[in-house]
């Protein structure tokens, strides 16, 4: 590194998603400030948490050398012991080879923490090819919890994880459990620049946060019901026949016939001896006869077909009579069973309210939508999001100007490893047998599975957790199991810059740098075509301090000593960038010049579905070409193929347990103040948010004698934590709304630690239990449990 002592460099600040362009600004070779970058597709703004980077850095609670524990596991003091980092390599290495030889690599698990809201963007990928080279089949990182609706439910029925909104073109944008403005700053400002432009805004979330406060409609719906009001809405529009017929039929699976006696595709096989599975059927209306659609070549065989959309159609097939109707007919007829009456009883919104969002959504002529963490927290959190986006699809703003575009992106080649992995291996994952379509396909597992498998070795042991970073016990359900684990694990690695109550279960400690003390890469900065074509090398600005070390060099060091280097380019850093960027075109040496970054002005196509390939269209990538509204793989693995709404668990009760005993609703919500589990022990960001809070609606508090800064209880079924008392005037009064995370000391305003359970934790986290999770991919209802409210003592 080569920054001089003073010094104001540009790049990104790496501690979320978000990615905001900033400039670091050096003095006497310490970091002083880090300020928008106003040059930057993403730096018109920097939160709180990137200005306070200093504040972190310089934090005297950092860990700063390897350690070793010295005290038997469950000791509330580790008894941590420096140890030079060779020792400590050594010491996970002759682990990781001793557990895979006796028990295989699956037995050793990984832990990472989320890229969205920590600062693990830049060694997410390289610690991934780590555990698949070393075959591991499981990583606990939280998809179920963050991202997996999103990104991995939105493609069966698009083909695509959900694009960003074209937000420059829109004139009416819905952010339906997305609050960008605590989240995803850069995406917030896109937001309010469209809203400032005329386009009108609409915001679906309990809370009334961020940009609710200046939408056009917030719609303040009941937690976990809004699948229900995604089937009303296509239901008016279905009714009024204010949907884009055009492209349901041709490029939704709409028109495919269904059987009625097994629910699956009429296909030629069925008709004819010598016909093939994947020719579906439709029934052309104007010729009276049923026409065939080639799914390999995405082409129907025949011409001008008049496909219909409802109807029932008898065939005789080579086995006997075969009854069918269109796809889009069944969907039909289960959106029919919601009407705005109906559903305003279920979500606790008005009719006008429902019926004006429908009017809303059919005028638009330039819809986008984006929706996150708000939908994928409950237990029927996969078909909520089937339930959107098969919504959506009725509109046709799909890939067009102003809705959800399918953004250029720099081409580069995938380092996270998954073709290192074996399919027979990755099957191996906790709970892909459960779920096969939920993020245990990637091995994504959910913190549930990883505590059977230490504590139950159910199907096989978990020996040994390599965890960069996650803090299980505060940002995972049912903290007191985790306990539990964590005591009971034969080895446990951590690999953070603080020491956390997860942490205090290792048996080795390795410190990590922080973003301003590595280099680091973008080549998506995401929010619009701009962003997405902007690649940018980010120099460190300063030494690491101490003895801590990247991420990425802590991988390279332990492929390295694995035997792994050929798979590491060597262990050296630079090949691997090199490698990263090379479909690009461009050189690392150049980014080196350019520390703005190049932008490769990329150009934005729209409705690349309709392209012609090689004389055929595009279509999407599905099974069928063509967006799923039907999904015969959920009907193959047991789901429902059509976005039944199933009551979340809030609504449905717990056995057992009375109604009148826990009778309000506990969802959460991101504090803007903090990341996750972290920045609490910063001074600056903890005066803004000095205690753990609980919004709770006024007359709520009113029936239980509660004063607005009252230290309160909140009790569940499962537990309870402590925490002040907020008042809220738009908060729903059987809502209460709670936020994760709160345990760090922070010194300088004489705030103590709190501890994971018990009567002083004000751990969410240790109240909320994983009996009832979303049966597809295994979503936790953080955000639509039970609980009763108790003022607690003045004391």
Known sequence: MENKLNDQIQGFCALCWSRCGCISEIKDGRLVSVKPDPSHPTGSALCAKGKSAPEKIYNKDRILYPMKRSRPKGNNDPGWIRISWDEALDTIVTHLNTISEESGAESVSFGITTPAGTS????????????????????????????????????????????????????????????????????????????????????????????????????????????????????????????????????TNGPFLVREDNGRFLTTQDLYSDGSSREFVVWDLENKKHVVYDSQQ?????????????GRYTFEGHNGRLVCSPAFSLYADLCAQYSPK??????????????????????????????????????????????????????GHFDNPGGNVILETTKTNDISGGDEISLTQKKKALGYLD?????????????????????????????????????????????GTGEEAFKSLEFMVHIDMFGNPTSSYADIFLPVCSPWEREGISTDFVVDQEASGLVQFRKSVLSPLGESRSDIWIVLELAKRLGFSEKFWGGNFERGIQHFIEPSGIELKDLKENPRGINLNLSTRYRKYAESVHGLPRGFETHTKKVEIYSELFLKHGYSPLPKYIEPMVSIGIPNISKKTYPLILTSGKSPHFLQSQNRGEESLRRMELDPLVELHPSTAELRGIQENDWICIETPHGKLRARAKFSDYLDPNVVSATHGWWQRCEALDCDELPVRGETSANLNSAIGSDFVDPLGGSVPHKSYVCEVLKLDSK
Request: charged residues 20%; hydrophobic residues 45%.
């Open 120 to 251: 693990m963007n830049d060694g997410y990928a390289w610690v991934e090819r780590f555990r698949r080279v070393f075959g591991s089949p499981n990583a606990a990182i939280a998809m179920e919890l963050c991202g997996f609706s999103r990104d991995m439910v939105f493609p069966y029925t698009f083909g695509v994880p959900l694009p960003m909104p074209e937000h420059k073109n829109s004139d009416c944008i819905i952010l339906w459990g997305h609050n960008p403005s605590t989240t995803w700053l850069a995406h917030a400002k896109r937001v309010a620049d469209a809203k400032a432009r005329g386009a009108k805004l609409v915001v679906i979330d309990p809370r009334r946060v961020g940009l609710a406060v200046k939408a056009d409609s917030w719609l303040r719906i009941k937690p976990g019901t809004d699948g229900a009001l995604a089937l009303c809405l296509a239901n008016i529009l279905i009714q009024q026949k204010q949907f884009d017929m055009d492209f349901v039929r041709q490029w």
């Open 435 to 479: 779920r096969p379509l939920g993020p245990e396909q990637e091995g994504w597992i959910n913190s549930d599975s990883l505590y059977n498998g230490i504590l139950h070795s159910s199907p096989y042991p978990i020996r040994a957790l390599i965890n960069f970073g996650k803090n299980f016990l505060f940002s995972h359900a049912d903290a």
């Open 298 to 310: 995405g082409i129907y065989l025949g011409n001008d077909i008049n496909f219909s959309l409802s």
């Open 342 to 395: 109906y559903v305003a009883q279920l979500t606790q919104l008005k009719e006008s309210e429902i019926i004006d969002l429908s009017e809303m959504i059919r005028n638009s002529k330039a819809l986008s939508i984006y929706m996150w963490a708000g939908l994928e927290m409950h237990t029927n959190a996969s078909q909520t999001n089937r339930a959107i986006a098969i919504l959506y699809s009725l509109t």
